[in-house]
């Protein structure tokens, strides 16, 4: 199945700093979604984006719709060690009732953070 | 409160028996979605459901099989034909002309 590129794979940050990540596809997508996974749990869903040029934020995390409809940005600013974990982001194209049901997913950035 | 239960979170089998993973939703949602993660691989959709008694294969079906009699319940049965039954199993649900899912805590299976 399609899926999107995500980047970076991995990111090893010091407490503080602030983080970015991106995805991006060849295909249009209508809608943009970020999730956080931690150890063993399932994703929870971060922030949600359905616009071109949407810029949403959710406390310290900031995520954009790019304008081009193929590319999507998660922030993190100020991080801290709760923030350990693996995003994932996941797009939905634009088509037929049914088939659109279907996410399409990144395959995920690890991030840790040193105290 | 409101969400997704699976259970168990974890579940072994021996090589060649099936196995049925259970995953419940009080969210009220239509829709309901099962994914297969690997390390280093995301999330795989094997089968999704929009309304009771309808589902559809998704990337991954080979293996699997589900029903959905009722609008919260969506049992996943890992048969003995798939090939590489270990990882860790993801039940997901939403309100179906949304896109948010949203997940429960996984099942890890591991098949011996």
């Known amino acids: 199945g399609q899926q999107l590129n995500q980047s970076p794979q991995s990111m090893f940050i010091q407490e503080g700093e602030d983080v970015s990540m991106n995805c991006t596809s060849s295909?249009?997508?209508?809608?943009w979604l970020w999730y956080k996974q931690d150890p063993g749990e399932g994703p929870v869903l971060l922030i949600a984006l359905y616009k071109a040029g949407e810029l949403t934020s959710n406390g310290r995390l900031t995520a954009q719709f790019g304008i081009t409809r193929k590319d999507s940005f998660l922030n993190i600013s100020a991080s801290i060690p709760s923030d350990v974990g693996i995003y994932f982001c996941a797009g939905r194209l634009p088509g037929e009732a049914g088939n659109n049901r279907k996410l399409i997913w990144g395959l995920g950035t690890s991030l840790a953070v040193n105290p | 409160d409101g969400g997704i239960t699976q259970s168990p979170k974890y579940l072994f089998r021996k090589e060649g028996q099936n196995v049925t993973l259970s995953c419940e939703q009080n969210?009220?949602?239509?829709?309901m979605y099962w994914y297969r993660q690997d390390p280093g691989q995301g999330l795989r959709l094997i089968y999704y459901s929009q309304i009771v008694n309808d589902f559809q294969k998704g990337d991954i079906a080979e293996g699997y099989s589900v029903s959905r009699e009722k609008k919260e319940s969506f049992p996943l049965t890992v048969t003995s034909a798939q090939k590489n039954p270990t990882a860790f199993y993801l039940c997901?649900?939403?309100?179906?002309?949304?896109?948010?899912?949203?997940f429960g805590p996984g099942t890890r299976l591991t098949v011996l």
């Open positions: 997901a649900s939403s309100i179906l002309d949304y896109n948010e899912q949203f």
């Open positions: 295909s249009i997508f209508n809608t």
């Open positions: 969210l009220n949602h239509d829709a």
